[in-house]
């Protein structure tokens, strides 16, 4: 029975693949995210998309470098 005991506690102590686990969680939780709010993001994505479009097909561009109040 000690001899389990010991096994179980070295068990606990070993900290070997500790940073690969916090990754798989990590990776995980942002995985569980993007499934939540699914639909929010696509939206978001499309209406990026949608805008880019949108002004490539506008090439007048009015930038006014160099302009100041009261100039």
Do not use: S
């Amino acid at each position: 029975m000690r001899g389990t005991v010991e096994i179980i506690r070295a068990f606990w102590r070993d900290e070997r693949g500790v940073e690969t686990l916090e990754a798989v969680i990590l990776m995980i939780a942002i995985i569980a995210i993007g499934f939540a709010f699914k639909n929010t993001l696509t939206n978001w994505f499309h209406g990026l998309l949608g805008n880019i479009g949108r002004d490539i097909g506008d090439p007048v561009v009015d930038v006014n470098v160099g302009t100041f109040p009261g100039n």
